[in-house]
């Protein structure tokens, strides 16, 4: 063990003085901040997630629209079912109905699509609900499952379990739907009927009218429950035929084309090769990787990691050929010019990490009779909120990580002051300005780990026990910390971590503690031996 190693673990015993306790109330900031940090980069990822998956359960990856009424589906619907990316597609007649259920009206919204099959109709039978049937089986309540997703003839239907808890629909239940009509049309055919001169007439009109909102009847044959609440409280899912009879449309008809494929997180990717498919558009050429668009961006900063990396030379050369030059000194700002070119290199290193292999390049024609949207695009603001916010958190609770490695500074040139006489006493014995401030930094990088590794620990344990301590601490003080019904998302208070998160926030810890430890440590090696011995 060195010198400097030496000293600075026998410096971090603790002792009965007021700078242990100021050292341990730096611990403590720095692993507060590392377990806020923690569990609130956690519940924020696994709240996206938990919200991604469930519009992924129900919604299509990409919805091909024409703008208005698509005409002769088949032929595009035949194009997308060739490609091997293309799991499922489906003609889509969406849109609000009235529906009528025991005298209560809703106006839900219907999607009408073809019996699902394969791989598709096992996914989807996957979310269907279960409930309690009041019988218990070794302490735990008997569940049964609501139904099948089942859409085979046209009288069939499948709803949502919060719209069925809301109106009292249970599977067997018989709903009446109304479709939006055309106002005009049946107020202008009431108006003829009521100028009508002979009664065969009026009744014509009045026969026509009734049949312009003639209602159409389902029954349920299962309840459905995505796990988000905006779904599940407000669609139903019906046969094409009955959707396409509400809107009275012909058989050639629908709204849109319905489609999932392989990869989600592809979607943008799988839009343009579904363009060029239909004849939106053409392969052009094979575009730049993202690593290269990044090494361009990254061609400017880089001027500012030349001119550092300069300095750094000088000072290299400036610190061999002067002694009166302080090593530690040039040590420091080596380490900085070494932390800017990093930061400039951070663009290229990201797009490394996120590299992706589908980089062809897409032109598309002007005018084109088809559009595609994507899940990405339809959810942008809840998807867009959820990221802001998670940034915006990380941001704000990275700045008690701040505080806390101030708290190391402090910390840290009160004991310098108080050590002045010891590091005379070291220095007059041949020890170097290196050998000085490696004690103090050593010193203050180890508390900061302490308090990297506590608040890990913390946070470990509270993302574990999250559900048990938000139940607990919501019965002791009458405080619902994650309603599902705002929050749109069942199945407690999520949680996930990943291993960029939790490198970013203790690697970040850790170079902030490193950071603030640097300052006393050049305080401390500057020190000329008979000031500190006189300072006694």
């Not at 809703?106 to 269907?128: F, H, S, T, W, Y």
């Not at 494929?261 to 990717?269: I, S």
């Amino acid at each position: 063990m060195s010198l400097s190693s030496f000293l600075a673990v026998r410096y971090l015993r603790p002792k009965r003085t007021f700078v242990s306790v100021i050292t341990l109330i730096s611990v403590a900031g720095v692993a507060l901040g590392v377990w806020l940090l923690t569990v609130v980069m956690a519940v924020f990822t696994g709240y996206g997630d938990r919200i991604k998956e469930n519009i992924l359960g129900f919604q299509p990856h990409l919805v091909v629209e024409s703008g208005g009424v698509m005409e002769d589906w088949l032929t595009p619907l035949e194009a997308l079912e060739r490609q091997d990316w293309v799991i499922s597609a489906t003609p889509l007649v969406r849109g609000q109905v009235i529906m009528e259920f025991n005298g209560r009206r809703l106006a839900p919204v219907i999607n009408g699509i073809l019996q699902p099959e394969g791989e598709e109709l096992r996914r989807l039978n996957d979310k269907i609900a279960v409930r309690p049937t009041g019988e218990f089986e070794d302490g735990e309540p008997d569940l049964v499952r609501q139904g099948e997703f089942n859409l085979t003839t046209p009288y069939d239907a499948v709803i949502g379990d919060d719209l069925a808890n809301a109106m009292g629909i249970e599977v067997g239940s018989t709903l009446l739907l109304y479709a939006p009509r055309d106002m005009n049309k049946i107020m202008d055919t009431i108006e003829q009927a009521r100028e009508a001169d002979g009664s065969e007439e009026r009744n014509a009109k009045l026969d026509e009218v009734r049949e312009m909102t003639v209602p159409q009847e389902v029954t349920i044959t299962g309840l459905f429950d995505s796990g988000y609440g905006e779904i599940d409280g407000n669609t139903i899912f019906l046969n094409l035929e009955t959707a396409q009879i509400l809107y009275q449309f012909d058989l050639d008809d629908c709204h849109s084309i319905a489609v999932k494929t392989d990869d989600p997180l592809k979607a943008d990717y799988y839009r343009n090769r579904a363009l060029v498919e239909l004849g939106q558009g053409e392969v052009m050429a094979i575009e730049e990787s993202t690593l290269s668009r990044a090494l361009k961006q990254s061609r400017d900063m880089l001027i500012v990691a030349l001119v550092f990396a300069v300095l750094t030379g000088f000072l290299f050369w400036k610190a061999k050929s002067d002694q009166s030059f302080s090593r530690v000194r040039y040590l420091s700002f080596g380490v900085l010019s070494l932390l800017v070119t990093a930061l400039c290199f951070w663009p290229t290193i990201a797009a490394f990490l996120r590299e992706q292999s589908n980089t062809e390049f897409f032109q598309y024609g002007e005018g084109g009779s088809l559009g595609i949207m994507t899940w990405m695009d339809r959810n942008a603001n809840i998807l867009n909120a959820v990221a802001v916010e998670r940034q915006m958190m990380f941001l704000i609770l990275f700045i008690v990580m701040i505080v806390g490695a101030f708290s190391i500074m402090n910390t840290m040139i009160t004991f310098t002051v108080q050590k002045q006489k010891d590091i005379g006493v070291i220095k007059s014995l041949g020890a170097t300005e290196g050998q000085i401030a490696n004690i103090f930094f050593l010193q203050g990088t180890a508390v900061g780990m302490i308090g990297v590794t506590v608040g890990l620990i913390i946070g470990q344990l509270t993302i574990r026990y999250r559900n048990e301590l938000s139940q607990w601490v919501g019965q002791r003080f009458n405080v619902d910390f994650f309603n599902q019904q705002i929050y749109q998302v069942d199945g407690g208070l999520p949680a996930k971590q990943t291993l960029g998160d939790v490198l970013t926030i203790s690697l970040g810890a850790f170079v902030c503690c490193a950071l603030a430890a640097l300052v006393p440590a050049l305080i401390a090696a500057s020190l000329q031996p008979a000031k500190a011995l006189r300072s006694d």
